[in-house]
């Protein structure tokens, strides 16, 4: 499989623009020969034209035509075999290891939004019966159903060249609520990204899906805005950093016609460790938080930055044995050149504050430039903490800050002044439970998944995963960005009043032809309406 | 009860500010003498840091004592009696059968939610339990739930002084979820809106809610828009005119932390009459829609301001039966100075489009100055119409534009080229299928519901009400305004990973404490997890 640097314009390979990029190898340091093109206007205009007319059909398509339309998707990315495995692991310096359960990761969940669509209640159908005989007023028949809301924007991250990327969560979510999608590839993997995307036009032709269900572009900055703002995009998926993602914020909701974005930008994902968890299993907690603190260079949104605990003789045991494990963790490369500037840079900024200490650093990097990221462990008080807003900041890469307060009241003091976060993770054992209540009463109110006993990293892909969380965790907590709650991004509620069943969508027929559980009448329940 | 003037901070009363406004009685045309005195500066923080205190443990109440809240905040506004009937008559110009009407809707809405409290399945629990077995790596116990979103904005409507305002569907539904509320009283009823805030204070103190559930300020403009960028208010719900939401939505929007905004604003609500329905009940029709029109003085966000029929003898017949209708109709009281003044604006400039002719008029005002909007209905073609977009601009009042299309490929030009819409209508028979069907297909894309052989005007209250829809009738078709569903205004979800089942909340708990249907492993069960 060749990589060309074209855009898709639905199914159409084309590349007449005069500008282009390169990719970049940041193991190796060098950029890559292939030269990615711009998009020119015409081709944008084209592909947002192709994918506004697909919607009409699509939207209409059967949840079997789109269950089988992801299900070829994830064969058709299977069948890139082990080109798309090298081309994204030399793209992103992640190792095979990873690369190779991401694209598990990415089949797998086309493959869960599929069962989803077999499924079918996803549509949250709901059916108020007619009384004729109602007095003052007949009451009428209402039946209410989730519809797709149109053509998506996605802009996939850096750190999850697949899973949150051309094929990923935001594309398969929108694909499978019924909405056509133009990707914004990633500077970072663009080749990554042209391969993926073969693979969605080849499944989207074996499937018969309409010309321009899908695009991908490779887009400027300039351009990469007026995506946002085109008339025909209905809702935007982004996941990056909080700079750009409140870039692309601002652009989506001071549109004349306002639509929903949903940027995942930031979060230190806080730690709390309660001093009986300490006591009992501290050797553990290092090991555990070290490995979750350096795992894939740290460049995870769920990464632990921030570490809290009670400064005293259990607190102290604790800090020699994380400095312990995380002295021990490799250096590795960062996903791009930009990651590893800013990691080095937030690094400086951190340790230049008041009262700010290397606790702990990972083994050096060795002279050759592979852009590699050591990882280190600094310690503050809570006191200059709370003085100093920048420590609150995300330091992208395996890095994390432990702050040690004196007590339990101030432990509160700290976690109440934290921005939104994606998650917040408590280790206790039950002898810490009086203390531990009050504290996930805070954290539930800050973050988007509160965990026990447990590390952030690592994000289950499932009916009841929430990734996503206050602002500036998110621009729009309501909205889970993994699991198969992800579809309600993309759907939006209407109702039918009196309409006959035959021309009535098939989810909210008397007769239930999907058999799903719908809401009949105040109750719950499969089965028909008499 | 006398009407003092004053705001509610919390439970406390209090009118410390030296500006002041008065109510106006529209059908007398005079104003009222009581003074409602604008907010302070400090009373407006002390009523917001009451509201972010009170989420502390309001958030925690559970579903019966918030059920008892709600009920007792119905039982409270009727126990106002007449004045509080005679009040909203007063200030609204609204009949008194109508002010009955809505006071029981108002308190149907708050028994309606107080049921989904007690049914309790709102929360979307979802639950995947641990497969610690599982390799490569463990899976981990997630369970999910909707929890409330934080303190409430909540700027009611003049065109419902009760069921869309103070103790309206808005505050109903934020109440309902967890959330503290703050209303701004609107300024074209605030001795309603004052009643039923000491009714809502009431029903707090009895049911032993948190100080600052509720406070209702009266505010000035710029205080209003500093209300939605106020970093205690975590979501904004609106109804009103497009003006004005767009400016609180672009308030809201640009905030520093980002938080939803639901404003409900125009629509013109087109009705789509087709041959054969026509042909076989022009009458009813243009009785019915007559009545649609006229209704409540047309102000109605569901008011039928457009109709669509083909030029031919069918439409010019139905035409001819419409104007008799609407000839017929009496002239009556708008809701304040402000709308009329608007409504005869609106009436003029449309008028003064190309093309644009008055098929009839209602009965004439009598000359004693009422504030009466006198019904009319206009017709235009369609090649009129789509050239000036003025003519799809919402005229709230009783008026209505017949577009006359020559054909169905028109007719379908006209629909495709409308703003998004409350509610789109169909009046078709059995004859008129072949041509439906798209013509469904199509408003369904534009209205957030769709109506048959009905008119838009009567929105039930119902789980299966959707009452939104795709801009600029609102700036969130996500969300309904109206129905149980507006609970997910309110709500956001939160993930627990791991948690211990005694500190989980009782909708997670595997005993399933509430009794309610869960997403247990891939499928809806009531039950417990063994």
Redesign the interface.
């Known amino acids: 499989m060749s990589i060309t640097g074209e855009n898709f314009i639905g199914s159409t390979r084309s590349g007449k623009g005069e500008n282009s990029f390169q990719a970049f190898n940041p193991a190796e340091n060098i950029s890559m020969p292939e030269k990615f093109v711009y998009a020119t206007e015409a081709e944008f205009e084209q592909a947002l034209t192709l994918a506004h007319h697909a919607f009409i059909s699509y939207k209409?398509t059967s949840t079997i035509q789109r269950a089988e339309f992801l299900e070829a998707i994830a064969d058709e990315i299977m069948a890139l075999g082990e080109s798309l495995l090298e081309r994204a692991a030399a793209e992103s310096g992640l190792p095979m290891g990873r690369i190779t359960g991401e694209r598990g990761r990415t089949c797998g969940q086309l493959k869960m939004f599929a069962l989803l669509l077999r499924?079918g209640?996803y549509v949250d159908a709901?059916?108020?019966t007619a009384q004729p005989e109602r007095t003052p007023?007949p009451?009428?028949d209402?039946?209410?159903m989730l519809?797709p809301?149109g053509p998506v924007a996605v802009y996939g991250a850096s750190n999850f060249p697949l899973a949150f990327s051309t094929a990923g969560g935001d594309t398969a979510s929108a694909l499978a609520a019924g909405c056509p999608v133009i990707v914004k590839t990633h500077p970072s993997h663009p080749g990554t990204s042209e391969l993926v995307s073969s693979a969605i036009i080849k499944a989207a032709q074996k499937t018969q899906m309409p010309e321009g269900v899908f695009s991908s572009l490779n887009l400027a900055d300039d351009q990469s805005i007026k995506l946002v703002q085109h008339k025909f995009i209905k809702a935007v998926g982004f996941t990056g950093s909080r700079k750009i993602g409140m870039v692309l914020?601002?652009a989506t909701?001071?549109r004349p016609?306002?639509?929903?974005i949903y940027a995942e930008m930031s979060a230190i994902n806080p730690v709390i460790l309660m001093e009986e968890a300490l006591k009992a299993k501290g050797e553990a907690i290092a090991r555990g938080l070290a490995g979750s603190v350096t795992m894939g260079a740290g460049q995870f949104c769920t990464n632990p930055g921030l570490v809290l605990l009670i400064e005293n003789e259990t607190g102290n045991a604790f800090l020699n044995q994380f400095a312990g494990y995380l002295s021990a963790s490799e250096p590795a490369t960062m996903l791009n050149k930009n990651i590893s500037k800013s990691y080095h840079k937030g690094l400086e900024l951190a340790k230049s504050v008041s009262g700010v200490t290397v606790l702990a650093q990972g083994i050096k990097a060795a002279d050759n430039d592979r852009n590699e990221a050591r990882p280190i462990a600094l310690t503050v008080s809570a006191e200059d903490f709370l003085l100093n807003k920048a420590l609150s900041e995300e330091v992208f890469g395996p890095a994390t800050l432990l702050v040690l307060v004196k007590d339990v009241a101030q432990l509160h003091q700290v976690i109440n002044q934290l921005e939104?976060q994606l998650t917040a993770t408590v280790h206790a054992e039950p002898a810490d439970?009086s203390n531990?209540?009050p504290i996930?009463?805070i954290i539930?109110q800050k973050?988007?998944?509160?965990?026990?006993?447990?590390f952030p990293t690592?994000v289950?892909v499932?009916?009841?995963?929430?990734h996503?969380g206050?602002?500036?965790s998110t621009?729009?907590?309501?909205s889970?960005s993994v699991g198969t709650?992800a579809i309600?991004r993309f759907?939006?509620?209407?109702?039918?009043?009196?309409?006959?069943d035959e021309?009535l969508p098939e989810a909210l027929k008397n007769s239930n032809p999907l058999n799903i559980?719908r809401?009949v009448d105040?109750s719950?329940k499969n089965g028909l309406i008499a």
Request: contains cysteine.
């Open positions: 209409n499924d209640w709901r059916i108020d007023l009451k009428p209402i039946r209410r519809i809301i914020h601002n909701v001071n016609e306002p639509i929903p939104g439970q531990l209540i996930i009463d539930t973050a988007g998944r509160v965990i026990y006993n447990s690592g289950e499932c009916h009841s995963m929430h996503g206050p602002f500036p621009t729009d907590q309501r889970t709650a309600y759907l939006r509620p209407v109702s039918y009043q009196d309409i006959p021309i559980l809401l105040g719950w």
